[in-house]
């Protein structure tokens, strides 16, 4: 019992607002013990990922916690996207500055809750620590695929086309409105950068359908340029994309148009959760076939080649140069 002005104790935080999301999960114990219990399902491989997130690094102090939670698993998700893998269960690290509001922990397990039921996890286990430093979150997912099947970033040859789902940069442009820049936009083309920025759609149902089609895949977190440096460092081969073929929303467009931004933030801005990926010419139309019933829209944006670098193509053939391949943590 928590009497007024006084602070819940961890266990009694854990007991209110965190038991319930493992309510569906009959091997977390209702958290209540050191560990929980998950079966692994019959010619399946585990597949594992984590990922933190820092305030004031990868979300705003004023962002609403329900976006902050959603963002959490979502930046992990998109990862077990594009890894082709079916998402079950999560553990979850908590570290809280010591006067955080119990108000804020509430809203927190609200988008925990609503991202649950979008995607179809549980709780099964964590931690809740005091923090002298910023809110530092963490997310452990874990998903599954049938056995041998995950993608790799690793497989793309030369002469594959390299593809990306959705628009690219929006999410970019959202962070720098949250920060003041005047972008050029409407209120609406504003409100979708932002909405991009503080929830990811991790592309979930086109990953597990690019299962044996893609030869490697890797959602965009670091921007376009980096992450698909990294597709190729770890296959050894090189990429030639074309700046005209990057698929771009309504804002992005009109915010090139007024000079706001050039294509380069656009390519090297993090946070799109994106799929990249290659696929040989001979599966293009499987792939668009597929992409359809995903209901995600592809883009064709270059070719791997054996050459090894990055190379960008503008409207005439020129190749573009860059001082940046995205966003560097260090
Ligand atoms: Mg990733």
Redesign the pocket.
Known sequence: MVRRGERASEFELIARYFAPLASKAPLAYGLTDDAAVLRATAGHDLVLKTDTIVGGVHFLPGDPPQSVARKLLRVNL??LA?KGAKPRVYLLNCSLPRDVEEGWIKAFAEGLAADQGEFGIVLVGGDTTATTGPTTLSATVIGDVPRGTMMRRKGARSGDGVWVSGNIGDAALGLRLLKGDDLGLNKSLAAQCIERYRLPQPRLALGSKLRGLAYAC??I?DGVLA?LGHMCDVSKVGAEISAEGIPLSAAAHRALAAGKVDISDLLTAGDDYELIFAVAAKDELKLSRVARSAGVKITKIGRIIRTRGIVVRGAHGEPMSFDRRGYQHF
Do not use: E
């Open positions: 998109s990862d594009a890797l959602d977190s992450d």
